[in-house]
Every structure is written in structure tokens, then in C-alpha cells.
């Protein structure tokens, strides 16, 4: 079949492999004017490592594992709060990697053929038809294919045409600030998976290492207003959290602001009535955008990818409409979930005052070996 895949980010581009490799005639269309993914760390859940390795995309993603022994929670100051054993966490539900975003957008495309790509084409809308659709960029008609993928993120134009009476996505009041840097030297290992909350002002910073020599961090706090530019947001974390365990603020400090990234969570205001419509089907955070706190983004992407691959195996244009039904079904009961249980830890972790009192010192009570398997649970998800 001829397939238009509409969107480059990480999701669109292990979809347009795998539809090439199932032995369809693929062209991946892209916005911007070239193929790239801009960003700073990003982790790949071990099921979404999974569902690389069934596209046969996962072995130089892997090389990249968690460089970390333990994990887990802790307050601000440092404090554990919930003590986990990654190594043991992997080892029941499989290992997880972490590695820069632009990093992995080039090992997931580099099976596809460069003449399939098509950058500085700003899709609009898709006309279809019963014989095939229409793709059209900037009112007029580019493509016309047999299946439609729409891939094209949290702002899906391809989304808002299929469900006009969606509410499409909405903020959460919080903001996400990002970096990656060099590892300092003499850093505690203990403390270099896992996440720092504070139950007075609900906000968070989380850690991971890329790699033996580099570290991604990431924050999570309470948003009024538009978001501010890199600079004055760097400035607002490094006063809110000047009273936090030294290293947070250290990092902080040491990552320029160019290399700060910010932008206001948002998920989708609820879940769609499909992931299909006759001839497209809809994957990513075209599909269930949701809350960082789960890490999950990517990894259901690339479920939605591999189930997608595995629907339109051998199928010609005629069986296109019942293969996206059974896309449907067989993705969005489990994204769906995952977009609610991601929700439901933003509020748990944002919580301030008693309830977050009483969160932590719930916390506290729980054994290590309990914290690793509700570790290994959240990361299967």
C-alpha cells in the first residue's frame, strides 16, 4: 500500500521503518525544513524497548541502559522517601535506557531510506475518500495514499480536523524545565536516579544519568501564567529551590541557559472516542498526550508504532479500515490507562500541605522490596 506517515518526531519515525520493512510504500512528510529532534535526555520504559525490538530497532538503543544502582524518591532535602533497587527492578520487567533525544531520533531513523522523507511540508488536512486520501500541505494536495498515520504531536491539526468536537489538549498549571550537562566529578552515586519532591511548594526535580559521563535533570512546578523564557525560568527554579539539597541547585547553576529547555505540561483534556477513522489512524501524543511523570510518552509511541506494524502486515488497500479497528483496539484500552495513571501521579507528586505530609510519610513506611516492585510496576505500566 502507499502510506503517508505525517510527522517526524520519535513515534512517526519508527512507524514509517516499520511500514517500510512490512513491504509498504511509506513517505514520511515533515514540518520543519529538516529531519531532527531537539532536546535533552529523554528514557525509553523497558516496554517501549520492547516494542523497539519487535521493529528491530532496539540493539543500539539498548546500549545505552541505566547507569544507576538504586532510585526512587526522595524529599527535598535529600531524604529518602521511597528506597528502590534498580538493578532488581530491571531484572524483573527488563532493563530501561537513557540517552539524548537527538541521539535517539538517529538510530530509530537510520533504516529509512532518505528519498521517503519529505521536510518543510506542513500537512493542513487529509480529504478522504473511498478509494485512498488526500494529504494537503499549505491548501494544496501532496500525496495521495491508501492509510494516513497521523504522528503530528500534542497539536495535531490531523486530530482536531477527525474530532472537531474534542476538546483537544489542556494545561495542567505546571511546568517542565529540562537540562543535560556533564557529570561532576565525586558526585554520590546514590543519588543519581530518582526524584527530590517538596511538600510545601509541590515542586520536583528528577535525575538520571546518560551514559558513565553525562547527566539529564529535569523539573516539575506550579505555572501562572505564560511560561517564561529560559533565562527567567532557570532564575525562578534557582530561588524556589535554593533551600533544596545542594546538588539540585548546583546543577541548575552549572546548565546555560541555552541548553534549557521549558515548556508547560499539558495532556489531552480526555481521551479520544478512537485512535481511528476510516483510512487514519492516530499514534503518539497525536493519540493520548499525557503528563511526564509516568516517562511513558516515548515508549507508548513506540507501542503504538510496532501495533500499527503488526496490523498492516500484508494488508492491501481494501482491508485498510478493519486493520486501523483492530490498531484501536488493541492500543488505545492500554494508552488510555497509562494517560490516567500518569495523571494520577501528577497530582500525587504536586500534592503540598497535609495531604503531602501524609504522602511522605506513607512513603517512609514502605519496605525496599515493596518500593522495587512498585518501581518495576510503574515502569512495565
Same mark, same amino acid.
Request: charged share 25%; net charge positive.
Given at each position: 500500500?502507499?502510506?503517508?506517515?505525517?510527522?517526524?518526531?520519535?513515534?512517526?519515525?519508527?512507524?514509517?521503518? +516499520?511500514?517500510?520493512?512490512?513491504?509498504?510504500?511509506?513517505?514520511?512528510?515533515?514540518?520543519?525544513?529538516?529531519?531532527?529532534?531537539?532536546?535533552?535526555?529523554? $528514557?525509553?520504559?523497558?516496554?517501549?524497548?520492547?516494542?523497539?525490538?519487535?521493529?528491530?530497532?532496539?540493539?543500539?538503543?539498548?546500549?545505552?541502559?541505566?547507569?544507576?544502582?538504586?532510585?526512587?524518591?526522595?524529599?527535598?532535602?535529600?531524604?529518602?522517601?521511597?528506597?528502590?533497587?534498580?538493578?532488581?527492578?530491571?531484572?524483573?520487567?527488563?532493563?530501561?535506557?537513557?540517552?539524548?533525544?537527538?541521539?535517539?531520533?538517529?538510530?530509530?531513523?537510520?533504516?529509512?531510506?532518505?528519498?521517503?522523507?519529505?521536510?518543510? $511540508?506542513?500537512?493542513?488536512?487529509?480529504?478522504?475518500?473511498?478509494?485512498? $486520501?488526500?494529504?494537503?500541505?499549505?491548501?494544496?494536495?501532496?500525496?495521495?495514499?491508501?492509510?494516513? $498515520?497521523?504522528?503530528?504531536?500534542?497539536?495535531?491539526?490531523?486530530?482536531?480536523?477527525?474530532?472537531?468536537?474534542?476538546?483537544?489538549?489542556?494545561?495542567? +498549571?505546571?511546568?517542565?524545565?529540562?537540562?543535560?550537562?556533564?557529570?561532576?566529578?565525586?558526585?554520590?552515586?546514590?543519588?543519581?536516579?530518582?526524584?527530590?519532591?517538596?511538600?510545601?511548594?509541590?515542586?520536583?526535580?528528577?535525575?538520571?544519568?546518560?551514559?558513565?559521563?553525562?547527566?539529564?535533570?529535569?523539573?516539575?512546578?506550579?505555572?501562572?501564567?505564560?511560561?517564561?523564557?529560559?533565562?527567567?525560568?532557570?532564575?525562578?527554579?534557582?530561588?524556589?529551590?535554593?533551600?533544596?539539597?545542594?546538588?539540585?541547585?548546583?546543577?541548575?547553576?552549572?546548565?546555560?541557559?541555552?541548553?534549557?529547555?521549558?515548556?508547560?505540561?499539558?495532556?489531552?483534556?480526555?481521551?479520544?472516542?478512537?485512535?481511528?477513522?476510516?483510512?487514519?489512524?492516530?499514534?503518539?501524543?497525536?493519540?493520548?498526550?499525557?503528563?511526564?511523570?509516568?516517562?511513558?510518552?516515548?515508549?507508548?509511541?513506540?507501542?503504538?508504532?510496532?501495533? %500499527?506494524?503488526?496490523?498492516?502486515?500484508?494488508?492491501?488497500? +481494501?482491508?485498510?479500515?478493519?486493520?486501523?479497528?483492530?490498531?484501536?483496539?488493541?492500543?488505545?484500552?492500554?494508552?488510555?490507562?497509562?494517560?490516567?495513571?500518569?495523571?494520577?501521579?501528577?497530582?500525587?507528586?504536586?500534592?503540598?500541605?497535609?495531604?503531602?505530609?501524609?504522602?511522605?510519610?506513607?512513603?517512609?513506611?514502605?519496605?525496599?522490596? %515493596?518500593?522495587?516492585?512498585?518501581?518495576?510496576?510503574?515502569?512495565?505500566?
Amino acid at each position: 500500500m502507499r502510506i503517508a506517515v505525517v510527522g517526524a518526531g520519535l513515534g512517526g519515525v519508527a512507524a514509517a521503518v +516499520g511500514l517500510h520493512r512490512a513491504g509498504h510504500e511509506v513517505t514520511l512528510f515533515e514540518r520543519a525544513a529538516e529531519l531532527r529532534e531537539a532536546g535533552t535526555g529523554i $528514557v525509553v520504559m523497558p516496554n517501549g524497548l520492547r516494542a523497539l525490538d519487535s521493529l528491530d530497532l532496539a540493539a543500539d538503543v539498548r546500549r545505552h541502559g541505566l547507569h544507576a544502582a538504586s532510585g526512587g524518591l526522595r524529599d527535598w532535602r535529600g531524604r529518602p522517601l521511597l528506597v528502590t533497587d534498580a538493578v532488581q527492578g530491571q531484572r524483573k520487567v527488563g532493563s530501561l535506557a537513557i540517552l539524548d533525544r537527538a541521539e535517539l531520533h538517529r538510530a530509530i531513523r537510520a533504516p529509512l531510506p532518505a528519498d521517503l522523507v519529505r521536510t518543510g $511540508v506542513p500537512v493542513d488536512r487529509v480529504e478522504a475518500r473511498d478509494t485512498g $486520501v488526500t494529504v494537503i500541505a499549505d491548501g494544496a494536495p501532496v500525496a495521495t495514499a491508501d492509510a494516513v $498515520v497521523a504522528a503530528d504531536g500534542i497539536g495535531s491539526r490531523l486530530r482536531a480536523q477527525l474530532f472537531p468536537g474534542h476538546p483537544g489538549v489542556r494545561r495542567t +498549571g505546571r511546568m517542565d524545565l529540562r537540562g543535560m550537562l556533564p557529570r561532576p566529578p565525586g558526585l554520590d552515586p546514590s543519588l543519581l536516579a530518582g526524584q527530590f519532591v517538596d511538600r510545601r511548594s509541590g515542586a520536583m526535580f528528577g535525575l538520571f544519568p546518560v551514559g558513565p559521563d553525562r547527566l539529564y535533570w529535569f523539573t516539575d512546578s506550579a505555572l501562572d501564567g505564560p511560561p517564561p523564557g529560559a533565562d527567567e525560568a532557570r532564575r525562578r527554579m534557582l530561588s524556589l529551590m535554593a533551600d533544596w539539597h545542594p546538588l539540585v541547585t548546583s546543577l541548575i547553576e552549572a546548565t546555560p541557559p541555552g541548553d534549557v529547555y521549558v515548556d508547560p505540561i499539558a495532556r489531552l483534556a480526555e481521551p479520544l472516542p478512537s485512535y481511528a477513522a476510516d483510512r487514519i489512524a492516530l499514534l503518539g501524543d497525536a493519540a493520548h498526550a499525557m503528563p511526564p511523570d509516568l516517562g511513558q510518552g516515548a515508549s507508548q509511541a513506540f507501542e503504538d508504532a510496532a501495533a %500499527l506494524t503488526r496490523c498492516l502486515t500484508g494488508a492491501g488497500p +481494501g482491508d485498510v479500515a478493519a486493520r486501523l479497528l483492530r490498531y484501536d483496539a488493541e492500543r488505545r484500552p492500554r494508552a488510555d490507562r497509562v494517560m490516567r495513571a500518569a495523571s494520577r501521579q501528577s497530582r500525587l507528586t504536586s500534592q503540598t500541605g497535609a495531604p503531602a505530609w501524609l504522602r511522605d510519610a506513607l512513603l517512609r513506611a514502605i519496605p525496599s522490596w %515493596l518500593a522495587t516492585r512498585q518501581l518495576a510496576a510503574l515502569w512495565h505500566a
